[in-house]
C-alpha cells in the first residue's frame, strides 16, 4: 500500500462522526507525514518538527534523544539502498503500530512492527521488532501480504478483549481451550512463514515443535492496539527456553481470528549498544 493510499484512508476515518476516531485518524497521518519527510526523504533537518527532543527509543541499537533520531536518518540519507514499504498502518488512540518491509538494513530485507507514541504534537516514545524476511510458508503466504482494509470501527474494543483473552489462557496460561471460540475453522489465513493455514496447521506446527522438546511460552502482554478488525499485541516469553519478544497482529471477522502476521524475535542481550528503556 502507497503512502498516498494510507493518508487517503486516514482522511476518510476522519470524517466519522466519533471524535476517538478522528483524533486517532490525526495521529496516524501525523506519524505518515513524519515518516515521509524523514526516514523516506532523508531530511535531517525535519526531524525537530516531529520528535520530542526526549525520545524514548526501545530499540536496542540507538540511544534516547533526538540526537540518536537524527544519527539514523542521517545515516539513511546516504543509503541509496534503503528502501520503505508500509503495508498496514492502525492507530488507537495516541498509538500508531506500522506493518513494515525495510531493504538497506544488509543483504537481506526486513519484516517490522514499529510503533510510536505521540505526545503534545510529537512523536515521543518507539518500539519495534525486526526479523529477516522469509520464503513463503507452507500455504504460500508472505509474512506481509493478505487483507489491509480497516473495517469494524465499532467492534475495536471486543475485537482487542477478544484477543488479549486469546492469548491470555492459550498462550499464557495454557489452558486446554475450544479454539473454535476465538479462531474461525473454516477460515484462517496464517502468515507465519513455518505454519499453514487453518487449525490444522497450527496444531501440526505446535505438534512438531513438542517433538522437537521446543516450547514457546508467552509471559506478558504489554501492548494491545487495535483499530477495527485489526489488533497488534506485543508480549514478551520464551521461545525454546531463549528470552524473546513476541509481535502479533491479527484480523478479525464477526469475533473471530481470521488472520494472523507475526514478527518474533530474541530479546536483547545484555551487550546491547543501548537498553536503556528497555525492550518494551
Given at each position: 500500500?502507497k503512502l498516498?493510499?494510507?493518508f487517503?484512508?486516514?482522511?476518510?476515518?476522519a470524517?466519522?462522526?466519533?471524535?476517538?476516531?478522528?483524533d486517532?485518524?490525526?495521529?496516524?497521518?501525523?506519524?505518515?507525514?513524519?515518516?515521509e519527510n524523514t526516514?523516506?526523504?532523508?531530511?535531517?533537518s525535519?526531524?525537530?518538527?516531529?520528535?520530542?527532543?526526549?525520545?524514548?527509543?526501545?530499540?536496542?541499537?540507538f540511544?534516547?534523544?533526538?540526537?540518536a533520531?537524527?544519527?539514523?536518518?542521517?545515516f539513511?540519507?546516504?543509503?541509496?539502498?534503503?528502501?520503505?514499504?508500509?503495508?498496514r498502518?492502525i492507530?488507537?488512540?495516541?498509538?500508531?503500530?506500522?506493518?513494515?518491509?525495510?531493504?538497506?538494513?544488509g543483504?537481506?530485507?526486513?519484516?517490522a512492527?514499529?510503533?510510536?507514541?505521540?505526545?503534545?504534537?510529537?512523536?515521543a516514545?518507539?518500539?519495534?521488532?525486526?526479523?529477516?524476511?522469509?520464503?513463503?510458508?507452507?500455504s504460500?503466504?508472505?509474512?506481509?501480504?493478505?487483507?489491509?482494509?480497516?473495517?469494524?470501527l465499532d467492534k475495536t474494543?471486543?475485537?482487542?478483549?477478544k484477543?488479549?483473552?486469546f492469548?491470555?489462557?492459550?498462550?499464557?496460561?495454557?489452558?486446554?481451550?475450544?479454539?473454535?471460540?476465538?479462531?474461525?475453522?473454516?477460515?484462517?489465513?496464517?502468515?507465519?512463514?513455518?505454519?499453514?493455514?487453518?487449525?490444522?496447521g497450527?496444531?501440526?506446527?505446535?505438534?512438531?515443535?513438542?517433538?522437537?522438546?521446543?516450547?514457546?511460552?508467552y509471559t506478558e502482554?504489554?501492548?494491545?492496539?487495535?483499530?477495527?478488525?485489526?489488533?497488534?499485541?506485543?508480549?514478551?516469553?520464551?521461545?525454546?527456553g531463549?528470552?524473546?519478544?513476541?509481535?502479533?497482529?491479527?484480523?478479525?471477522?464477526?469475533?473471530?481470528?481470521?488472520?494472523?502476521?507475526?514478527?518474533?524475535?530474541?530479546?536483547?542481550?545484555?551487550?546491547?549498544?543501548h537498553n536503556?528503556?528497555?525492550?518494551?
Amino acid at each position: 500500500m502507497k503512502l498516498t493510499q494510507l493518508f487517503a484512508s486516514a482522511a476518510i476515518v476522519a470524517t466519522l462522526p466519533f471524535a476517538a476516531q478522528a483524533d486517532s485518524a490525526d495521529t496516524k497521518a501525523f506519524v505518515l507525514e513524519a515518516l515521509e519527510n524523514t526516514l523516506l526523504a532523508g531530511d535531517v533537518s525535519a526531524v525537530d518538527q516531529y520528535f520530542a527532543e526526549d525520545i524514548i527509543q526501545h530499540n536496542e541499537l540507538f540511544a534516547n534523544g533526538i540526537a540518536a533520531q537524527k544519527g539514523v536518518i542521517g545515516f539513511l540519507a546516504g543509503n541509496d539502498s534503503f528502501k520503505a514499504e508500509y503495508v498496514r498502518v492502525i492507530a488507537d488512540d495516541n498509538l500508531v503500530a506500522v506493518h513494515a518491509r525495510y531493504e538497506g538494513f544488509g543483504e537481506t530485507p526486513m519484516i517490522a512492527f514499529d510503533v510510536f507514541r505521540v505526545e503534545d504534537g510529537k512523536i515521543a516514545e518507539h518500539w519495534d521488532n525486526l526479523i529477516p524476511e522469509q520464503p513463503a510458508n507452507p500455504s504460500g503466504r508472505t509474512q506481509i501480504d493478505g487483507a489491509t482494509a480497516i473495517s469494524d470501527l465499532d467492534k475495536t474494543e471486543a475485537n482487542k478483549a477478544k484477543v488479549e483473552e486469546f492469548i491470555t489462557k492459550a498462550l499464557i496460561e495454557h489452558e486446554q481451550l475450544d479454539y473454535t471460540k476465538y479462531i474461525n475453522p473454516a477460515n484462517y489465513a496464517q502468515h507465519n512463514p513455518m505454519v499453514a493455514d487453518g487449525l490444522e496447521g497450527f496444531g501440526a506446527f505446535m505438534a512438531e515443535m513438542a517433538s522437537q522438546g521446543i516450547t514457546m511460552d508467552y509471559t506478558e502482554i504489554h501492548q494491545v492496539i487495535g483499530e477495527g478488525n485489526f489488533v497488534l499485541t506485543l508480549s514478551e516469553g520464551a521461545l525454546g527456553g531463549e528470552p524473546t519478544a513476541f509481535y502479533d497482529l491479527f484480523r478479525l471477522e464477526d469475533g473471530l481470528i481470521v488472520e494472523h502476521w507475526d514478527v518474533i524475535a530474541p530479546m536483547p542481550t545484555p551487550d546491547a549498544p543501548h537498553n536503556e528503556a528497555g525492550k518494551f
